[in-house]
């Protein structure tokens, strides 16, 4: 009776054009922002670029340790700033004992190792018991850890635990400073093999670093553990009917995301140059969780391109917004503040979609399920 | 004979341990915790009526932030991470009531009066959204908190205020990072009826002003409306069969945590004696919801005894922890326990079993 075929598939350009937009709507309005900000700012096309490159090498090994999470289904791993503690802990035992340069770094990713998996069990432990709401869960497990690490140096070392030179120690002869110089590590793997073009400084050992990492995690994609990350992932209660161990999966997920975090924060310091003793961790997860939904990542699905897209459009934010705010209001601090509002934004805008999505889907499964049984009914009438 | 003794012992030690098991050991080494900082105080030196004033000062202070969490509890739409939002709105109505030059204690009342529609109108909103997003309410709360401070970081630089005892005084516009409320509501509250014997002082009327709301809330709670909401809150299914409307009902809610967040912080100013602006607001939720689960109450379930407890027992942590332990082992470490204990709290209510699966 009905000749109008029901073609879902094949969609009028219009629509296909919405489409696009409504699933990269974060990376378009980005760009939008970007595309108005540059030319207000004021800045030459080969400052931008080379500031861009400084920090594509900075941060983009910090923001790959959060794919593996999501991959397993855990959402955003907002506990990334454990590693990072880590990594900072590794660091400050590191220029105590006073070794500089690559085998510096290269000890203090070692070391970091430890701290990295203790937390990062810790953590996944926690987020077991926390089904169902990882995200907030892990998002108050980093700042509780903040609050030992700052007991552990803040008050324990100098005192319980032996810190050598008092050049980083606080005057009152226990405690960290609140910066620790790394100027005999700064840049050292940046500038190692850097390759100058135009003016735009190349860090190339820091890339290939980088491919190193976005290899690992294609290949451990592939593995047998990553697979049942996936499945994992998918459905919980699949994978544990399948046989996977599903508490343990994830608390590997999560192991290895601390890890990579924990490396990714030894990069982004040694390129900085120093440490910031109570602060530099603290606001890392949120601007490297902004800076992978800008690139047009979910809660449930991150790629290795969203992760670069991301890095460069976030950070070209980041650099131009304050200047074109304050081209435009006459005041600095307009820009500081917008371009904070726009990372919350970007987290508060991706999260809402998430929800609605999951929403969507499962309303979608009900009405199917409801018409499913209406055509039975049908059949045995 | 013996054999009953031993059974005797048993159940009370079984009845202790369901006890503690009940209780939440978190919450009990807490209120040990506290304990022992009474009894050390005077130990140490610190006069212990002074102590008491202080934290019987702080709680008055916050116990109206924290009395903002139950609603949006009882409905299920879990802890209000979003408090900032309603803060905000309190800190418009302030900010406003003295632009318009109002001063002294009617200046508090004209805040009150400015923060309410805004409150209003922001608790609809974000009541709405919450609604769109059921079940992922506490991390978008928070999000939501943050991207409000943020933008209203720019408000105030750019919204027209001319007062000069709010705007920066060189360039003349702009508000201050922290506005002085002398001449205008500073312990308006705290001063009404407030009782001095020796070194301890008891701010009545704040007392009176959050017994006042808590016991509304109490009555509130006891309406049709009110069973209605924790309906929605232990079963939404069963709710929605009993004819009730679901989003209605926590869009309500929301609403009132919010309008409660913004007089609550006008309560916090008067006491404090400052307004604090731009990133201030930004860490409130905080405190604010491991008071209340310090008190005994989990992610679904909140009463006005949890609030009055768990705001006493934060509280008087905050307040006792800096000069016991400075006195005692001369090193300030009360921010840092502040941190993991509130923290911490947050973190054993949120993997509790029974209320992940709900």
Not at chain 1, 317 to 329: D, E, R, S, Y
Not at chain 2, 160 to 181: D, E, F, Q
Not at chain 2, 229 to 236: K, L, Q, R
Request: with cysteine; net charge positive; glycine share 10%.
């Amino acid at each position: 009776m009905s000749t109008k075929p029901i073609n879902t598939k094949e969609k009028n350009p219009l629509q296909k054009a919405t489409g696009f937009l409504r699933n990269n709507s974060v990376p378009v309005m980005f760009i939008l922002i970007c595309a108005v900000c540059i030319p207000i700012s004021g800045f030459s096309p080969s400052y931008l670029l080379s500031e861009i490159v400084t920090r594509m090498g900075r941060n983009t090994f910090l923001i790959l340790s959060l794919l593996i999470p999501i991959m397993a289904g855990m959402g955003l791993n907002f506990g990334m700033t454990l590693g990072a503690m880590a990594g900072e802990i590794a660091l400050i035992f590191v220029s105590d004992w006073q070794i500089w340069g690559i085998p510096g770094v290269i000890l203090a990713m070692i070391i970091s190792i430890p701290f990295s998996v203790l937390l990062g069990l810790l953590c996944g432990k926690i987020l077991n018991m926390a089904k169902g709401r990882e995200m907030v869960t892990s998002y108050i497990i980093s700042y509780f850890i903040n609050g030992i690490y700052q007991l552990i140096v803040l008050y324990m070392m100098g005192s319980l635990i032996p810190i050598i030179h008092s050049s980083i120690k606080l005057p009152r002869g226990y405690g960290i400073r609140n910066t620790v110089s790394l100027l005999n590590m700064r840049q050292c793997i940046d500038n190692l093999l850097a390759i100058n073009i135009g003016g735009v400084k190349i860090p190339m050992l820091t890339f290939i670093i980088i491919a190193g990492a976005c290899l690992f995690i294609i290949w451990f994609r592939k593995t047998k553990l990553g697979q049942d990350m996936r499945a994992v992932g998918q459905d919980m209660q699949v994978a544990r009917d399948a046989g996977i161990n599903v508490e343990r999966t994830r608390i590997i997920s999560i192991v290895i995301s601390t890890v990579l975090a924990g490396f990714g924060m030894i990069l982004y310091l040694q390129n900085m140059g120093n440490i910031s003793t109570y602060s530099s961790h603290s606001q890392i997860g949120m601007f490297c969780i902004a800076a992978l939904l800008v690139g047009g990542a979910s809660v449930d699905k991150a790629s290795i391109g969203n992760v670069f897209l991301g890095v460069t459009l976030f950070h070209l934010m980041f650099i131009v917004a304050p200047q074109a705010g304050a081209k435009i209001t006459g005041d600095s601090m307009i820009g500081e503040y917008f371009r904070v509002f726009v990372s919350y934004g970007v987290i508060t805008v991706a999260l809402v979609m998430y929800e609605t999505k999951k929403r969507k889907a499962k309303s979608l499964l009900g009405a199917q399920l409801r018409l499913d049984q209406l055509k039975e009914e049908d059949e045995v009438k | 004979m013996n054999d009953q003794l031993e059974m005797n012992q048993y159940s009370i030690r079984d009845r202790i341990i369901g006890f503690a098991k009940n209780f939440g050991l978190p919450r009990l080494i807490i209120a040990g915790f506290l304990l022992l900082l009474f009894i050390a105080a005077p130990l140490v030196g610190a006069d212990f009526l002074t102590q008491l004033t202080n934290t019987i000062n702080r709680f008055s202070w916050n116990a109206i932030l924290v009395l903002a969490m139950v609603p949006m509890v009882h409905s299920g739409c879990g802890l209000n991470f979003g408090l900032p939002l309603g803060i905000i709105s309190g800190l418009l109505g302030a900010t406003m009531s003295i632009e318009l030059g109002f001063t002294g204690g009617f200046s508090f009342v004209i805040a009150i009066l400015i923060a309410t529609p805004i409150a209003l109108v922001l608790g609809v909103g974000y009541g709405w959204l919450l609604n769109k997003i059921k079940g992922g309410e506490m991390m978008i709360a928070t999000y939501v908190g943050f991207s409000a401070v943020a933008f209203m970081c720019m408000m105030w630089l750019l919204l027209p205020y001319h007062s000069a005892n709010m705007v920066w005084g060189l360039a003349g516009k702009g508000l201050r990072t922290t506005i002085s409320l002398e001449g205008y509501f500073d312990k308006v509250l705290a001063n009404f009826l407030q009782i001095n014997i020796g070194t301890l002082s008891i701010p009545v009327g704040t007392l009176l002003f959050f017994a006042l709301l808590a016991f509304a809330m109490w009555a509130f709670l006891h309406t049709k409306t009110g069973t209605a909401m924790t309906a929605v809150g232990s079963n939404p299914t069963f709710a929605k069969a009993a004819g009730i409307n679901v989003n209605k009902i926590r869009l309500l809610s929301v609403v009132m945590s919010t309008w409660l967040a913004a007089i609550g912080i006008l309560v916090y100013e008067q006491g404090f004696g400052f307004i604090q602006l731009y990133m201030a607001p930004f860490y409130m939720a905080l405190p604010a919801v491991s008071a209340i689960l310090i008190g005994g109450a989990s992610v679904n379930k909140a009463s006005i005894v949890n609030v009055i407890i768990g705001t006493f027992l934060f509280q008087g942590i905050v307040t006792m922890t800096p000069t016991v332990m400075n006195s005692m082992i001369h090193m300030d470490m009360s921010e840092v326990i502040r941190i993991i204990v509130s923290n911490g709290m947050i973190l054993y209510a949120l993997t509790r079993k029974t209320e992940a699966t709900r």
